[in-house]
């Protein structure tokens, strides 16, 4: 059984940066596509940003320029380096393939506010 586990999540005033990690849990991820999503209160769950396993990447309009996703194959994680942080931004952030092929973990919150 696979679990994802992400972590990094808090309160963060405009501007100001967070980084999160999500560790791939019963599962060696190195070969599979990875992605980070959100959901913000009351709107669906939708894309950031996605790497492959080749570590090619790509990120929502929205976040480009300010997010940036990375991993680290040798320790089974993924990253998300959020900078220029908007209230827009509010969510709670999950990790998956890009082709959601695993169980959703607890996510991670991320609350941009003065």
């Known amino acids: 059984q696979v679990q994802l586990v992400e972590s990094g999540g808090g309160l963060v005033q405009p501007g100001g940066s967070l980084t999160l990690s999500c560790i791939v849990l019963?599962?060696?991820?190195?070969?599979?596509?990875m992605a980070w999503y959100r959901q913000a209160p009351g709107k669906q769950r939708e894309f950031v940003a996605s790497?492959?396993?080749?570590?090619?990447?790509i990120r929502t309009n929205s976040v480009r320029g300010r997010f940036t996703i990375s991993r680290d194959n040798a320790k089974n994680t993924l990253f998300l380096q959020m900078n220029s942080l908007k209230p827009e931004d509010t969510a709670v952030y999950y990790c998956?393939?890009?082709?959601?092929?695993?169980?959703w973990g607890q996510g991670t919150q991320v609350t941009v506010s003065s």
């Open positions: 019963g599962r060696e991820f190195g070969l599979y596509d």
């Open positions: 790497v492959t396993s080749r570590n090619l990447t």
């Open positions: 998956n393939t890009v082709n959601k092929d695993w169980p």
